[in-house]
């Protein structure tokens, strides 16, 4: 079993177009995240839920919008996607909200054209 | 928050230590030091956490000196596996979620 899977592994999408990604954790961690990594490998956290609550919102435009229906999952919606968009998005999890490890997801591998 | 510099590449052969400093000037007296490693079209998996001195686990050993403002990700007999990216980290104690990447080492194991 994948403690963190994220689906779809690849997406391939025009500009304009809207899209989501999903994330479950079966890890019965309370945290949940998103991160985005660009194609010079830097990871920047974007978003953070503990317990459905949105804890950390890092200057994201408001076209990236997360929800949380439970605390096993963590959707990304991507509205009006522009160039900048493409990019992996990794979701991750952990058992709180303080030290500890965190777990990631395989990435899902953004291109838009 | 705390920022992390440490060597864009890094060269081994099969079976030789590996050491990988990370310098983190400002850390803050809550910080904690983290280090993950991803492999090509993976996402990153924690390695080992550290606040001070030396603490070792089943896969690496993390040393860092008393002023806290470097510290030293030990590998010992590396293998071909290895080959990773290697992200040094500085976590704030009730923040331990955010993490702020840097560029990472990218650590090429050569037979």
């Known amino acids: 079993d994948t403690a963190v899977s994220q689906t779809p592994k690849y997406l391939v999408t025009q500009m304009g177009n809207d899209k989501s990604i999903k994330c479950e954790q079966n890890l019965g961690h309370d945290t949940m995240y998103w991160y985005k990594q660009d194609s010079k490998k830097f990871l920047k956290i974007m978003f953070s839920?503990?317990?459905?609550?949105?804890?950390i919102n890092e200057t994201v435009p408001n076209r990236f919008s997360p929800k949380s229906p439970d605390k096993a999952h963590l959707n990304l919606h991507i509205n009006s996607l522009e160039l900048g968009d493409s990019a992996v998005y990794f979701c991750a999890s952990s058992h709180s909200t303080g030290l500890g490890e965190l777990f990631f997801g395989e990435g899902s591998r953004l291109t838009v054209l | 928050l705390a920022k992390t510099t440490q060597p864009i590449s890094m060269d081994s052969y099969e079976g030789q230590e590996v050491n990988i400093t990370c310098s983190h000037n400002?850390?803050?007296?809550?910080?904690?030091i983290t280090w993950y490693q991803q492999f090509p079209s993976q996402g990153p998996r924690f390695i080992i956490q550290g606040y001070k001195t030396k603490v070792t686990n089943e896969v690496a050993s993390l040393f860092i000196p008393a002023d806290r403002k470097s510290s030293t990700l030990s590998l010992p007999r590396v293998s071909l596996s290895d080959t990773a990216v290697y992200y040094c980290l500085v976590t704030i104690y009730n923040q331990g979620g955010k993490l702020i990447f840097g560029q990472g080492t990218e650590l090429s194991v050569k037979p």
């Open positions: 839920y503990n317990n459905k609550e949105l804890i």
């Open positions: 400002n850390i803050a007296t809550n910080d904690y």
